[in-house]
């Protein structure tokens, strides 16, 4: 039986999602797909649009047979730590290989920077601190490192956000030395960030969101983007739910939370560093809503992503205390759904898993999960109420989501 | 010059504050009235029906000379440390004497109280920590101590607030060897916490809000128990800032604190002591409101002013290690508005004044004063945009209020 492995967001799941899940498992010839999905802060430090069992049954809709939580300490994080949870938690799940989208579609670019990077590390560190004295930020100073150290050798563009995810991606595997074979498929169209809807039917996340922000919920402009199961749990979750989430519902948290901590506690939060916490409470003191707050918040030094990452860290007040001694490797993975072969598999590997997969938070009592308890629940706290209470009892007291086979 | 000192909250000023300031007046022949004001989080632990600053405009136009407010850490405190830093801040204004309301209007049973108290001090303590042991809350115990203490020699019955209120005042001026003379007139009609308006013209403040509250900020049904200018103020409020502040407008803050805080966070919140923290985050988990969390935290142990004041320290995120140190005495007064008499006794005190009146922020740089401005901050957070921001900027921008003479 082979297993696929896919790193995922889903926010939502859309067209291009359905191409690359259904083409992946063709090229691998795939009898399983396993998903491992950020919960409800997303890499690039934003809420989820909607909440991780929505975007499970999402999945499990498309053909995925089993979706697991990317844990918080490995989720709203830099594309390293993102990838090393991913990847790890993949091999843990004994995928036989993972697939990734990129520009041109080729493995061996990948394989080959991540030797040349390994070869010529030394000076490639060296470069990128140069750049980031000259008030670059990391991902940037990177590119510029990188385009330096051997021109024009690889067609790698390490300057597009895909290819230094899928980049980190092959680094995890290779670097442990795991069994888990990196692969990679075209992209169809629409640029990761393309903020407007395209004429076919492959339009970005990013694109998505906006559409259904600016028509206030109203998901009929985007029905063509997306598959049909993702139309009906959208529709699903404005009944049950009420809204979907952006950062504007978490502001006032936000705005509460930096006005009311002194300096030296924000300092404490992860990834707040460098009297960055100065400028933080500056901006949020004089910020009307997120965007401003973002707007005053920015400089060169500091990525967009990075910069809200921090704001996630601080909405969930998730200290360095806490987190650095959770990095090395997810100790556990939470199982969100599965289809009929999904259980199957893991009935069949169960013996074998080096981590325990939790299908009842109230089963695991380690207090390693505490993290992605609390995120849960302050995600929860964006809505109203009744909402809000019943979106926690979902998070607390609901089962995992067992997908009907489709016969 | 005669000066009189009153302690106050005006939350609104209602007839009885009237009738209570113009006979208090005349007792004393009094040619200037001070008044010692709680700002944005009262003494019974509630966040104030609106802004110290409306408060302050309500109390001079009824004929108070000078508006001060009680620093934060003396406002939403128990009996003891309010009255402390309340008459502290009177003798510091060189006030000749201050006047409290109680039930039979007479100085001479606080005056003998203190001075039993003092002499069987030994006595009187013990028999408080059996009350408690026995599982009452404080207030309870100290008024069942006293009543065996000296059974039905004087006529205080300490198991009203006002009374307990009013030893305290006596108290700290007496104790403290201050030139500041207690006085007490009778109060008229309405109990302290009389929840439903009554027919003639005094009603409690409490019965007030709750009319406010229950009519959605309509406040013409209790036109009969204030006067005319709070009238006014209420709705120039209401025009301005959109609507009046309940703790309810805070809970979604003060739930977002508790469930992100860790209980060791909570645990160095001033007040939170004997494991209440875990209490106090069980509650908030289930709870759909304030009212809810409330009546689900409270026990006979902890009264509900002692549990309210904890969630405004929660809330404020007030530490004990700010907090002790600051309770000796006020170090600082911000003056709030002043008549020109006021103005002038101010110019004819100055030079004798203990300790330094704050008239503008941004000239007193402080670090004593900063948990008031933290808290006048949080206590802006509870409105909507924009009549956030415009609360924020009265309290950082706009000076002090000064009310024409009537002429």
Chains 1, 2 share one sequence.
């Not at 969100?336 to 109230?362: F, T």
Request: overall charge positive.
């Amino acid at each position: 039986m082979k297993a696929l492995g896919l790193v995922v967001e889903y926010n939502p799941f859309h067209n291009g999602h359905s191409y690359h899940l259904q083409k992946s498992k063709e090229v691998i010839n795939a009898d399983i797909v396993i998903a491992i999905m950020s919960g409800p802060f997303l890499q690039r430090g934003e809420p989820a649009l909607l909440s991780k069992w929505a975007r499970a049954k999402m999945a499990l809709a498309a053909g995925v047979d089993l979706v697991f939580e990317l844990p918080y300490a490995f989720a709203p994080q830099k594309a390293e730590i993102f990838a090393r949870g991913a990847i790890f938690a993949l091999e843990a799940l004994q995928c036989d290989s993972f697939c990734f989208g990129s520009e041109n579609g080729r493995i061996q670019p990948f394989l080959e920077t991540y030797h040349l990077l390994q070869e010529k590390q030394d000076n490639y560190q060296a470069l990128v601190k140069k750049h980031m004295k000259e008030g670059n930020s990391y991902p940037r100073a990177a590119s510029l490192a990188f385009s330096e150290l051997e021109k024009n050798l690889y067609a790698l563009d390490l300057s597009k956000p895909n290819n230094i995810l899928g980049m980190e991606y092959v680094k995890a595997a290779l670097s442990n030395g795991f069994k888990i074979k990196p692969l990679t498929i075209k992209r169809v169209q629409a640029g990761y960030h393309d903020a407007a809807l395209p004429e076919n039917s492959i339009a970005s996340a990013t694109a998505i969101r906006k559409s259904i922000f600016d028509s206030k919920s109203n998901i009929s402009n985007i029905s063509g983007y997306v598959t049909d199961s993702t139309s009906s749990v959208l529709r699903d979750y404005i009944r049950e739910y009420g809204q979907f989430h952006n950062w504007e519902m978490y502001w006032p948290l936000l705005k509460y939370r930096v006005m009311s901590a002194s300096a030296a506690e924000l300092r404490k939060i992860y990834e707040i560093e460098e009297g960055i916490e100065y400028r933080i409470q500056q901006a949020a003191a004089h910020a009307l809503n997120f965007a401003g707050f973002m707007a005053a918040l920015k400089t060169k030094r500091y990525t967009w992503t990075r910069l809200q990452r921090m704001c996630v860290h601080i909405l969930t007040n998730t200290t360095k205390e806490e987190m650095i001694p959770l990095q090395g490797n997810p100790t556990y993975l939470r199982l969100l759904g599965m289809s009929s072969a999904g259980r199957e598999y893991l009935r069949s590997k169960k013996k074998h898993m080096p981590i325990p997969l939790v299908s009842r938070l109230s089963s695991f009592g380690s207090p390693e999960i505490r993290p992605d308890i609390r995120a849960a629940r302050i995600y929860a706290l964006g809505l109203m109420e009744p909402y809000q209470s019943m979106l926690m009892k979902r998070e607390f007291e609901a089962p995992v989501i067992i997908e009907k086979s489709p016969s």
